[in-house]
């Protein structure tokens, strides 16, 4: 298995959830078209809320890992 080692470590992506992002908020409209009762749009929200953290979350892991690939692409050109 040959590796393409000219492409920098800090150029990893993780997955495309930008776009996944905000297919949920399509998502998350037609859901509250559908909610009748209180209960229901309580626990839409709580939904929201569950995924915002997980995306908050999701942005913070990926600038570390890419911030941590950059740090380490420039301790390897710095050693060449």
Known sequence: MELDHDIPINLIMLNNYEEERYEHVDDYIEILKTC????????LI???IDDTRDNTLR???T????????ILEE?????S
Do not use: P, W
């Open 63 to 70: 600038k570390n890992i890419q911030h941590q690939a950059k």
């Open 46 to 48: 709580r939904m929201i």
């Open 36 to 43: 009748k009762k209180a209960d229901e749009f309580y626990a």
């Open 59 to 61: 942005d913070i892991l």
């Open 75 to 79: 301790t390897k050109i710095k050693k």
